[in-house]
C-alpha cells in the first residue's frame, strides 16, 4: 500500500506501544497515521497520550461491564472504526476480547501484540506466567486477531532471555522493548499487502 495506511488504536492501559508506534510514524519509518485511538477506561493514559499528540480519541462505552465487550459496543466501535475509513485496527494492550461484528466489518485487519512467543503463555500476564514457569526465553508476538483467545495468525515475534535474577516486572519491561520495536514493523510488513 502507497498511499498512508489510516490506523486505529484500542487499548486499556498506558499505550506505549501506540507511541512507538507514533515515533515510528513520526521518524518516517512508518507511512501512516493514527486517526481514532479508542479505550474502554476513560482514566487510561493511552487516551491522554493520544489527546497531548492531537489525535482523535474516545472512551468506548461497555455498558458498566468490567471485562466483558458486549454486542453494542463492539457494534459502535466498528461503526467509528469504519466512518474514520481505518485500513487497520491495532490492539495495544486492549483488555477485551473482539468478535463480531467487528471482526467481520475488518477481516484480517485486527492486528494484537502480545506478550509471549505464542502459542507459547496466551492470556493474562504473560510474562508473570513465564517467569512462574521457569522458562529460559519469553519474548512477544504480532498476531492477526481471531475470535480465539491470542490464536490467531503471527506476523512477527522477538524472543528476550529470562535472566536467573528476573521478576515478572522486569521481565515485562525487557519484553516491552521489543514489543516496541516489533510492532512498527509489523504493521510496515502487512501495508505492503493490503
Ligand atoms: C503490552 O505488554 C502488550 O503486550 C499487552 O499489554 C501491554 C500493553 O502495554 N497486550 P502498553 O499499554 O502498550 O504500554
Redesign the pocket.
Same mark, same amino acid.
Request: with cysteine; aromatic share 6%; proline share 5%.
Given at each position: 500500500m502507497e498511499t498512508k495506511l489510516k490506523l486505529g488504536v484500542l487499548?486499556s492501559?498506558?499505550?506505549?506501544?501506540?507511541q512507538a508506534i507514533m515515533d515510528a510514524i513520526e521518524s518516517g519509518e512508518l507511512n501512516a497515521e493514527i486517526v481514532l485511538v479508542m479505550s474502554d477506561f476513560p482514566d487510561a493514559y @493511552?487516551l491522554e497520550r493520544a489527546r497531548k499528540a492531537g489525535l482523535r480519541a474516545e472512551v468506548i462505552d461497555c455498558a458498566g461491564y468490567k471485562t466483558k465487550f458486549p454486542d453494542e459496543s463492539q457494534a459502535a466501535v466498528a461503526q467509528a472504526l469504519k466512518s474514520a475509513e481505518v485500513d487497520i485496527v491495532c490492539l495495544?494492550?486492549f483488555m477485551r476480547l473482539v468478535k463480531q461484528p467487528l471482526l467481520d466489518i475488518f477481516p484480517n485487519r485486527i492486528i494484537? @501484540? =502480545?506478550?509471549s512467543v505464542l502459542p507459547a503463555y496466551p492470556g493474562l500476564m504473560a510474562w508473570k506466567q513465564a517467569v512462574d514457569d521457569g522458562a529460559s526465553e519469553s519474548g512477544?508476538t504480532v498476531h492477526y486477531v481471531d475470535a480465539g483467545m491470542d490464536t490467531g495468525p503471527i506476523i512477527m515475534q522477538a524472543k528476550v532471555p529470562v535472566l536467573s535474577a528476573d521478576t515478572a516486572e522486569t521481565l =515485562?519491561q525487557r519484553?516491552?522493548l521489543e514489543?516496541h520495536r516489533i510492532y512498527p514493523a509489523a504493521i510496515k510488513q502487512i501495508a505492503t499487502k493490503l
Amino acid at each position: 500500500m502507497e498511499t498512508k495506511l489510516k490506523l486505529g488504536v484500542l487499548g486499556s492501559g498506558s499505550g506505549s506501544n501506540m507511541q512507538a508506534i507514533m515515533d515510528a510514524i513520526e521518524s518516517g519509518e512508518l507511512n501512516a497515521e493514527i486517526v481514532l485511538v479508542m479505550s474502554d477506561f476513560p482514566d487510561a493514559y @493511552i487516551l491522554e497520550r493520544a489527546r497531548k499528540a492531537g489525535l482523535r480519541a474516545e472512551v468506548i462505552d461497555c455498558a458498566g461491564y468490567k471485562t466483558k465487550f458486549p454486542d453494542e459496543s463492539q457494534a459502535a466501535v466498528a461503526q467509528a472504526l469504519k466512518s474514520a475509513e481505518v485500513d487497520i485496527v491495532c490492539l495495544a494492550g486492549f483488555m477485551r476480547l473482539v468478535k463480531q461484528p467487528l471482526l467481520d466489518i475488518f477481516p484480517n485487519r485486527i492486528i494484537n @501484540i =502480545h506478550p509471549s512467543v505464542l502459542p507459547a503463555y496466551p492470556g493474562l500476564m504473560a510474562w508473570k506466567q513465564a517467569v512462574d514457569d521457569g522458562a529460559s526465553e519469553s519474548g512477544c508476538t504480532v498476531h492477526y486477531v481471531d475470535a480465539g483467545m491470542d490464536t490467531g495468525p503471527i506476523i512477527m515475534q522477538a524472543k528476550v532471555p529470562v535472566l536467573s535474577a528476573d521478576t515478572a516486572e522486569t521481565l =515485562h519491561q525487557r519484553i516491552q522493548l521489543e514489543e516496541h520495536r516489533i510492532y512498527p514493523a509489523a504493521i510496515k510488513q502487512i501495508a505492503t499487502k493490503l
